[in-house]
């Protein structure tokens, strides 16, 4: 559809013409003019949303017909969010990409009072500047604009999930890969968990989150993804496997991690393999630690090196690299080749880890008693000194 310019007519024309020339929709349009004569603003933005999803106003430039000839004489009377969001069924409908973000922009100025909506605006900037434009400057800037904003904002608004979506894609496409994976894992948690995606949708989207979470350098609380909902669309296919390494890689058991790669040729993890042996190794060590109690938390470089299976002489730069990530606190004797765990840093815990954790709350609230009978018991004697 080449560019056109619009001239505007009479509502009452135009609507009637649709009438007469939409027998399918004649119903609908005539139910329009009835809510419009009446003021009824309300309804008639309800009615509108209903309409704009019609298959047959699809085709060609309809919907921006409706947006010239009919909505802009009352855009001012609706709620700015549902007039972004009728908006963005009508963007769609420019093929000069550029003319949709003039438009957009000029949308702007009349919903900037509102925060949510000239979000949404951005937002649709943003979709057509990385799918249509492949402009990546210009939806960076967008998502770093909006970023704090949304963050900032009371809840879980209907612009988040679109925001995540548009900055999942983004750096999909541009990395790093951690930010693509929270911002994947936000936009499916926005999606009621996945449920409201298409299955091939979710099927596609937890199998990238997987990867994301497993290759990502900086992404070592694997926990929520875990317990996340999405996961379960990967059973019964043949990516069932990126479950099973999401498992293996969180708890680092490097048995099981070693088994899979066996069986699964992906050129993701192929490519990714040295750096993701590092990151197993790691996850292996606060396991260990973490296993232990806080009195027996002195590992020998003889023991890191068994379960992670790395070398001797590799040990103290395994436990370096994980003190500076802030992963762990501690020291290392170099001369007796030990190292001591004062701290692990929290993540996400599965059913097991959470058993394990009450266990050990068990056992210290039982110590923490003990002591306090054994001082009752020796006050006297220690009032008597």
Same mark, same amino acid.
């Given at each position: 559809?080449?560019?056109?310019?619009?001239?505007v007519?009479?509502v009452?024309d135009?609507?009637y013409?649709?009438q007469?020339?939409?027998?399918?929709?004649?119903?609908e349009?005539?139910?329009l003019e009835e809510?419009?004569?009446?003021?009824?603003w309300?309804q008639?933005?309800?009615?509108l949303?209903?309409?704009v999803?019609?298959?047959s106003?699809?085709?060609d430039d309809?919907? !921006?017909?409706?947006?010239?000839?009919?909505l802009?004489?009352?855009e001012?009377k609706?709620?700015?969010?549902?007039l972004?969001?009728?908006?963005?069924?009508?963007?769609?409908q420019y093929s000069?990409?550029?003319?949709?973000?003039a438009?957009l922009?000029?949308?702007e100025?009349?919903v900037?009072?509102?925060?949510?909506?000239?979000?949404?605006c951005?937002?649709?900037?943003?979709?057509i500047?990385?799918?249509?434009?492949n402009?990546?400057?210009?939806?960076?800037k !967008?998502?770093?604009?909006?970023?704090?904003t949304?963050?900032?904002a009371?809840?879980?608004?209907?612009?988040h999930?679109?925001?995540?979506?548009l900055?999942s894609?983004?750096?999909?496409?541009r990395?790093?890969l951690?930010?693509?994976?929270?911002?994947?894992?936000?936009?499916?948690?926005?999606?009621?968990?996945g449920q409201?995606?298409?299955?091939?949708?979710?099927?596609a989207c937890?199998l990238?989150?997987?990867?994301?979470a497993v290759?990502?350098?900086?992404?070592?609380?694997?926990?929520?993804?875990l317990?996340?909902?999405?996961?379960?669309s990967?059973q019964?296919?043949?990516?069932?496997?990126?479950c099973e390494?999401?498992?293996?890689v969180?708890?680092g058991?490097?048995?099981?991690?070693?088994?899979?790669r066996?069986?699964?040729?992906?050129?993701?993890l192929?490519?990714?393999?040295n750096?993701l042996?590092?990151?197993?190794?790691?996850?292996c060590?606060?396991?260990?630690?973490?296993?232990?109690?806080?009195?027996?938390?002195?590992?020998?470089?003889?023991e890191?090196?068994?379960?992670?299976?790395v070398?001797?002489?590799e040990v103290?730069?395994l436990?370096?690299?994980?003190?500076?990530?802030?992963?762990?606190?501690?020291h290392i004797?170099q001369?007796?080749?030990?190292?001591?765990?004062?701290?692990v840093?929290?993540?996400?815990?599965g059913?097991?880890?959470?058993?394990?954790?009450?266990?050990?709350?068990?056992?210290?609230?039982?110590a923490a008693?003990?002591a306090?009978?054994?001082?009752?018991?020796?006050?006297?004697?220690?009032?008597?000194?």
């Amino acid at each position: 559809m080449a560019s056109v310019k619009y001239a505007v007519i009479d509502v009452h024309d135009f609507l009637y013409k649709k009438q007469t020339s939409d027998p399918e929709l004649a119903a609908e349009w005539e139910k329009l003019e009835e809510l419009y004569n009446k003021k009824l603003w309300h309804q008639l933005t309800l009615k509108l949303q209903e309409l704009v999803v019609k298959p047959s106003l699809q085709k060609d430039d309809n919907l !921006i017909q409706l947006y010239n000839n009919f909505l802009t004489t009352f855009e001012n009377k609706i709620n700015p969010l549902s007039l972004v969001e009728i908006i963005a069924h009508v963007v769609k409908q420019y093929s000069n990409k550029k003319e949709a973000i003039a438009f957009l922009e000029k949308v702007e100025t009349k919903v900037k009072m509102n925060d949510e909506a000239l979000a949404l605006c951005k937002v649709l900037q943003g979709q057509i500047y990385l799918e249509d434009l492949n402009d990546y400057d210009a939806t960076e800037k !967008i998502i770093e604009e909006l970023e704090n904003t949304l963050e900032d904002a009371d809840g879980v608004t209907p612009v988040h999930g679109r925001f995540y979506k548009l900055a999942s894609e983004y750096y999909r496409v541009r990395g790093p890969l951690a930010r693509y994976y929270r911002a994947a894992l936000r936009y499916v948690g926005c999606a009621d968990g996945g449920q409201a995606l298409d299955l091939p949708e979710r099927r596609a989207c937890a199998l990238r989150l997987a990867l994301a979470a497993v290759l990502a350098p900086s992404v070592y609380d694997l926990g929520e993804l875990l317990a996340h909902p999405i996961l379960e669309s990967l059973q019964g296919t043949p990516d069932a496997w990126a479950c099973e390494l999401v498992k293996a890689v969180a708890s680092g058991d490097i048995v099981a991690f070693e088994k899979i790669r066996s069986q699964v040729q992906n050129p993701d993890l192929q490519r990714a393999d040295n750096e993701l042996r590092k990151k197993i190794a790691i996850l292996c060590l606060m396991e260990m630690a973490f296993n232990r109690s806080s009195g027996q938390r002195r590992l020998t470089f003889a023991e890191i090196a068994a379960e992670a299976r790395v070398p001797h002489d590799e040990v103290e730069l395994l436990v370096m690299k994980a003190l500076a990530e802030k992963l762990l606190r501690g020291h290392i004797d170099q001369v007796n080749e030990t190292v001591t765990v004062s701290w692990v840093r929290a993540r996400a815990l599965g059913r097991a880890g959470a058993g394990q954790l009450a266990r050990r709350l068990t056992d210290w609230c039982a110590a923490a008693h003990a002591a306090a009978n054994l001082l009752q018991s020796r006050a006297p004697d220690l009032l008597t000194l």
